[in-house]
């Protein structure tokens, strides 16, 4: 089970630190991202880290300003927001993806298999 912690209410310009609390199971063989669902909109991919943490990728609107990291040891994945923008409004989930290979990451959705219950971010003009 997943469940995602952290959001809230924040000013444009403003920072966040989201985190993804795994019980059950141990994600440290998971890839694990983030995506977000924008009211009205279709959910989209936000970030991906492979399980070691050594290799990450970021959707190009959030490149720059969001950090992915993850602590196998906690079993938690965080997802660190800097310069914050109305346009990141959005319900924030996690998600873990079953891989082979060490460096495995996914952006699309249908490649994870376990997702946890978002969180809510609102970002203020």
């Known amino acids: 089970q997943l469940q995602a912690f952290g959001g809230g209410l924040v000013q444009a310009g403003g920072s966040l630190r989201l985190s993804c609390v795994a019980s059950g199971r141990t994600i440290s063989t998971y890839a694990m991202g983030w995506f977000r669902q924008p009211p009205g909109k279709e959910r989209e991919f936000v970030a991906t880290?492979?399980?070691?943490?050594?290799?990450?990728y970021y959707a190009e609107s959030v490149k720059g300003r969001f950090v992915i990291t993850r602590d196998n040891a906690k079993n938690t994945m965080y997802l660190q927001m800097h310069s914050l923008k109305p346009e990141d409004t959005a319900i924030y989930s996690c998600?873990?993806?079953?891989?082979?290979?060490?460096?495995?990451?996914?952006?699309?959705?249908?490649?994870?298999?376990?997702w946890g219950q978002g969180t809510l971010v609102t970002v203020s003009s």
């Open positions: 998600a873990a993806a079953s891989v082979s290979v060490s460096g495995a990451l996914y952006y699309t959705e249908d490649r994870y298999d376990y």
């Open positions: 880290i492979s399980w070691g943490g050594l290799r990450t």
